[in-house]
């Protein structure tokens, strides 16, 4: 879990590489050590049970190599939200990591939950990847539980463990160590494998990393051949957590060729690409280094994070995916791109379906504002089953990524009033086939947005500051008599200020003035109601509030 942003109900500038902020020029230690060049113990072959590890790649049973390709989904915290790995696997993933919880800081998933959890993944033909949430941080974080408190949790679950190895793979316990002494990571690590296989589970095992999860002290890529050696099955995978340690091209590749080079098996556990406040993550070469290298990538995560930045789709809303949604699901090297399906299913990997769904009908616009469409389209089929559709915007020979949904209608916000659109609409199928392009629909928006009734007020604030950035929050209310359906916020930066990142709405910046269409869920505003925008952005020495905002051409008053 990236704390600072995490799932997990924390203010998002807490937690996750405390003080390091000063220290991300720190270079990763070279090399995996001594231990790298030596060869390992001679174990006895024994007959592969379901996934399980060879010459350092992640096989299934059959001796299929199988490349994780998913995403997070925080469970513990959001038990209700039981349709998500469903709408996961319509996004094309074939892996899911669940968070669950030891019962030491969160409420325990007992045994029945997760065997339910488990027929969820097989009835949506996901690998399992279950994790303890508790052990985050140990060290650093004092709610923080051990890794042989969660070794025993994984015991107590045997029973509905054990003849699964085919479809879970173990997540001792997420990120179990901190900042503080990482070289502590490497004993109980080793004895938490060594408890587990001793009391049985033939599972392929995972492990995350210390410092976070991030390794950025290469304690854990000091270690792995000593941690991996331990283990008597050589059933083990390693887990790192790419964030703001992993801002460079070089960062990212450095670490992933060392276990590569060596012959440990890894796999991109948690990743983030939004920047923050510590800096911004190189996601595009974490996943085309995945992808060059084949090794597995799970994306941070599905939606919950108290700070929505990272949330794949918003509010647990499939139509609804976030930017960072769209750049993993549907980007160069993404699931729909790359990801395959186990061949336990009946799938064959990728399951030779080499079949384009039809093309969309041509789509109708309704509920057309200055910034905003409802976009409707006939079904297409497919020989197996439809996973989502792609909404393009059209503009003469090119195309531009406007929206994507699981169902065959989309809102599409952020538009500019009195605009002439083109769209059109692409199906696609979970192997990652897709259909011909659906007929165009145009559409011109309205000439200026709705008037907020008689009055409005915005109150702005730094939530927080770090050298050369800021976090901002902007609160909207309507304080007229009529119900906002669409709005446009003007205001203009007093010291250069840029907006880098923001939920809630989409902004456009040009010099100081900044204008912000609302997200699809922020377009409503009720009498009496107000709605949140959050941003992460750059500044100089000075960061002075905006004087004045407008709300669709009124002047709003200062909350």
Known sequence: MRSATSTA??????VLLKGLAT????????????????????????????????????LEGNGNDFVMRGVNHAHTWYPGETQSLA?????????????????HRWTRNGPDEVAGIIA????????????????????????????????????????????????????????????????????PTTAAVKKLRGAGFAHTIMVDAPNWGQDWQGVMRANAQAVYDADTTGNLIFSIHMYSVYNTAQAVTDYLNAFVDAGLPLLIGEFG?????????????????????????LAWSWSGNTDPILDLAIDFDPSRLSSWGERIFHGANGIAQTSEEATVFGGGGNPGDTQAPTAPGTPAASAVTATSATLTWAAATDNVAIAGYDVVRVSGGTETPAASSTTSSVTVTGLTANTAYTFA??????????????????????????????????????????PGGFQGEIVIRNTGTSAVNGWNLGFAFADGQTVSNMWGGTPTQSGSAVSVAPAGYTAQIAVNGSVTLGFTGTKGGTNTAPAAFTLSGTTCTKA
């Open 9 to 14: 109900r924390k203010s998002p500038l807490t």
């Open 23 to 58: 220290l991300l020029g720190v270079v990763l230690l070279g090399g995996l050590g001594p231990a790298a060049a030596q060869a390992g113990p001679v174990r006895a072959e024994a007959a592969a049970t379901g996934l399980h590890i060879s010459d350092g790649r992640l």
């Open 87 to 103: 709408d996961i696997k319509a996004f094309g993933a074939n892996t899911v990591r669940v968070v669950l919880s030891d019962g």
């Open 120 to 187: 969820d993944c097989k009835k949506n033909r996901l690998i399992c990847v279950l994790e303890v949430h508790d052990t985050t941080g140990y060290g650093e974080d004092a709610a923080a539980g051990t890794l042989d408190h969660a070794a025993d949790y994984w015991i107590s679950l045997k029973g509905v463990l054990a003849g699964q190895e085919d479809y879970v793979i173990i997540n001792i316990g997420n990120e179990p160590w901190g900042n503080t002494d990482p070289a502590g990571w490497t004993a």
């Open 273 to 297: 690409g939004p920047a923050d406040q510590w800096g911004d993550p190189d996601e595009d070469t974490m996943m085309a280094a995945a992808e060059q290298l084949g090794l597995g990538y």
């Open 425 to 466: 609409v692409y199906a696609r199928d979970a192997a990652g086939n897709r259909s011909a392009r659906s007929a165009t629909v145009a559409f011109t928006t309205d000439r200026s947005g709705p008037t907020p009734g008689v009055g409005c007020s915005v109150g702005y604030r730094v939530v927080g500051e770090w």
